[in-house]
């Protein structure tokens, strides 16, 4: 029986208001750490602490595969050990504490070593984007894989995604507006060292607003044991059977691949405009400083729009054709970034808008989907999150990495054809509407792998049904008969 079907007979104890709201805020530290990380990043590095951009990518892709590396570590350690406080919610507390404590430090001067050499400044900030990746995956994979433990139930797993990922969005609007307020305070138009304060102040500020929100969410949420999940499962074993999946089951399902394939693909378009789209506005189209925090918050105000809008199409379209939609608006904003000229940059704002509603309608169903996938196995859920994560980061961390690698010398951007401006013009452009090809590619594949599993289950119903009409003997008649013979 698959998972459509087993999603909706299995018993959970009732998802009150309460929980939900618990559960949603739960990774908003993250969310903000998250939304500094791959928005202000490569800035602050090049920009304030005038690393180079092979520098600053190097680093970014060491959190990245930290990140990706520890994700599948963290979902099989969720697995396998059993804490009393809830085997989720510890690790998502380890996370959320690795975070508070390392943020600080990576968004800062290297505290005490200003003058050290190159090689021990990477060290210093290696070690902390590590510590403090550790704790984000640890978080991220916890989080996630409560949502099969509160419900199977499909509207609600949808809309836990859809808030979840609108607090995501809302948390980048809030991280936008407090660098917007910081930086307007500031006498220069173009970035530079004197904005490191601004940095400063923009990292204490989401580690302080985040952890209010992580202790809201341990004080709301309660995480059922193994134990009362077993019983849940028993209640209902008249309805459905359900086998128990390991890690080896999980690679022997083609969805496991398409899902993966879909996963990255859709965190890459996410995350390579929320890096480069403040660079393509400063670089591509010469605009002020300011333009790095209103431009992405019109983004994020129309992803947290389009997040709320997927939830009414996808309950009339479903999950794969909702996903869809969204890649073919993120293909379409990609286009306008690449055509989109200086005289007019005032239309911008079209394309982020589309972009944000487009990616964000990617993401809550590509999370959907995965929780559809996990479905009622949650005792390897959080191996096929870390599994999923783990793509995702390494995908990720390898691709910004390589943009930094080939990054031409930097140039005036007002100089026409200026190099740096036309590369990033096209980074923004190619790489997440190319994403969101590939995407929309595993969920079409999806859906005829689906169809061609129904035909065979009628095919094989279909025969089973002719035998019976026509009386065919069973076994035991034929060997009766042949020995009458």
Not at 242 to 269: G, K, S
Request: charged share 15%; net charge neutral.
């Amino acid at each position: 029986m698959d998972d459509s079907q087993t999603l909706t007979g299995v018993n959970r104890q009732p998802l009150t208001w309460i929980t939900q709201i618990g559960y949603v805020v739960g990774h908003i530290l993250n969310d903000l750490c998250s939304s500094c990380w791959f928005t202000y990043f490569l800035i602050y590095f090049t920009k304030i602490m005038t690393f180079s951009p092979a520098s600053a990518g190097t680093l970014m892709l060491i959190g990245q595969v930290a990140d990706g590396l520890c994700t599948p570590m963290v979902g099989i350690l969720i697995d396998k050990i059993n804490f009393r406080y809830g085997k989720r919610k510890t690790w998502h507390a380890i996370g959320s504490i690795s975070v508070a404590v390392s943020f600080g430090f990576v968004f800062h001067n290297c505290l005490g070593c200003e003058n050290a050499t190159y090689v021990e400044q990477m060290l210093y900030y290696s070690a902390f984007i590590v510590i403090f990746q550790f704790g984000w995956a640890s978080t991220q994979i916890s989080h996630l894989s409560l949502i099969p433990v509160l419900t199977v139930c499909r509207k609600k797993i949808v809309l836990l995604n859809a808030f979840r990922t609108g607090f995501t969005f809302v948390s980048g609007i809030v991280v936008y507006c407090i660098m917007w307020l910081l930086l307007r305070g500031s006498d220069s138009k173009t970035l530079g060292h004197n904005d490191e304060v601004s940095f400063h102040h923009l990292a204490y500020s989401v580690i302080v607003i985040g952890s209010v929100f992580t202790i809201m969410f341990h004080c709301l949420v309660r995480e059922a044991s193994d134990e009362e999940l077993e019983e849940q499962l028993l209640e209902t074993e008249a309805l459905i059977k359900i086998e128990p999946r390991t890690v080896r089951d999980w690679f022997h399902m083609p969805q496991f691949y398409l899902i993966a394939i879909m996963y990255v693909c859709t965190r890459m378009a996410c995350n390579i405009p929320q890096v480069y789209i403040p660079l393509y506005l400063t670089k591509t189209l010469a605009l002020d400083k300011e333009s790095i925090a209103y431009y992405p918050l019109i983004m994020l105000i129309c992803s947290v729009l389009g997040s709320f809008i997927c939830r009414f199409t996808d309950k009339r379209m479903g999950h794969k054709f909702t996903y869809l939609c969204g890649g073919f608006i993120t293909i379409g904003a990609s286009a306008w970034f690449y055509f989109q000229d200086r005289q007019h940059a005032v239309y911008t704002y079209g394309a982020a808008a589309m972009i944000g509603i487009g990616t964000s309608s990617m993401l809550i169903l590509s999370l959907s989907m995965t929780a559809d996938l996990v479905g009622v196995h949650t005792k390897s859920g959080s191996f096929v999150y870390g599994a999923m994560s783990l793509c995702d980061k390494i995908g990720n961390g390898i691709v910004i990495a390589l943009i930094q690698q080939f990054h031409p010398e930097d140039c005036d951007p007002s100089v026409f054809h200026c190099p740096v401006a036309n590369y990033y013009r096209y980074t923004v452009a190619f790489i997440p509407g190319g994403a969101a090809v590939v995407g929309s590619l595993a969920i079409m594949l999806m859906v005829i792998y689906r169809l061609r599993s129904q035909a065979e289950r009628s095919k094989i119903t279909n025969i089973q049904a002719i035998f019976k009409r026509e009386g065919s003997p069973t076994r035991s008649e034929s060997e009766t008969s042949g020995e009458r013979d």
